[in-house]
T-cell receptor
Framework: DAGVIQSPRHEVTEMGQEVTLRCKPI?????LFWYRQTMMRGLELLIY????????DSGMPEDRFSAKMPNASFSTLKIQPSEPRDSAVYFC????????????FGPGTRLTVL | LAKTTQPISMDSYEGQEVNITCSHN???????ITWYQQFPSQGPRFIIQ???TKVTNEVASLFIPADRKSSTLSLPRVSLSDTAVYYC????????????FGSGTKLNVKP
């Protein structure tokens, strides 16, 4: 398996633009996680899906952020409109079942909002 | 909610054993303790997981006392390539779907 795949790897955009980050989890994994990492706040869990259903999105910072998982092999994290404070590395991870299972992280998307 | 506390950083020398302790006073009965390693510009990578007592694999050992309010990750004979950030993760037993990475410990291995 190729592991968790994220795209793009780097994204530079201007404030106010819409940004869409994409993730393909490992085949057969039922749980998918979106994280954000910054120097100031460390690694934060944004949202967690189980069997394509959002289970907990309390980590999503505000309404500008939304995440979807239309099927077992694809998820998106959208920011609209983007702001400079959204600049961070966004990681997607997947696991076989629950949060106690090993999570496999993707390479991350480095987002810069100018 | 079961949050964790770790030292911000540690220094070591090649060949030494390194022990990183994580405090999780509010750990719940069903929570597991998991440690991850993160290199710069990469996502975290699973190292080891345990529930109680001691767990050992090919890269590390995990020691968990009876009260489970802390855990210690032990890295035997570290090398320069072990320089990374190490995270302690505890599953949240109240909202079992949600959990927190700790602040992470930056381990710097010197030659």
């Amino acid at each position: 398996d190729a592991g968790v795949i994220q795209s793009p790897r780097h994204e530079v955009t201007e404030m106010g633009q819409e940004v869409t980050l994409r993730c393909k989890p490992i085949s057969g994994h039922n749980s998918l996680f979106w994280y954000r990492q910054t120097m100031m706040r460390g690694l934060e869990l944004l949202i967690y899906f189980n069997n394509n259903v959002p289970i907990d999105d309390s980590g999503m910072p505000e309404d500008r952020f939304s995440a979807k998982m239309p099927n077992a092999s694809f998820s998106t994290l959208k920011i609209q409109p983007s702001e400079p404070r959204d600049s961070a590395v966004y990681f997607c991870a997947s696991s076989f079942r629950t949060n106690t299972d090993t999570q496999y992280f993707g390479p991350g998307t480095r987002l810069t909002v100018l | 909610l079961a949050k964790t506390t770790q030292p911000i950083s540690m220094d070591s020398y090649e060949g030494q054993e390194v022990n990183i302790t994580c405090s999780h006073n509010n750990i719940a009965t069903n929570d597991y303790i998991t440690w991850y390693q993160q290199f710069p510009s990469q996502g975290p990578r699973f190292i080891i997981q345990g529930y109680k007592t001691k767990v050992t694999n090919e890269v590390a050992s995990l020691f968990i006392p009876a009260d489970r309010k802390s855990s210690t990750l032990s890295l035997p004979r570290v090398s320069l390539s072990d320089t990374a950030v190490y995270y302690c993760l505890v599953g949240d037993g109240v909202k079992f779907n949600k959990f927190y990475f700790g602040s992470g410990t930056k381990l710097n291995v010197k030659p």
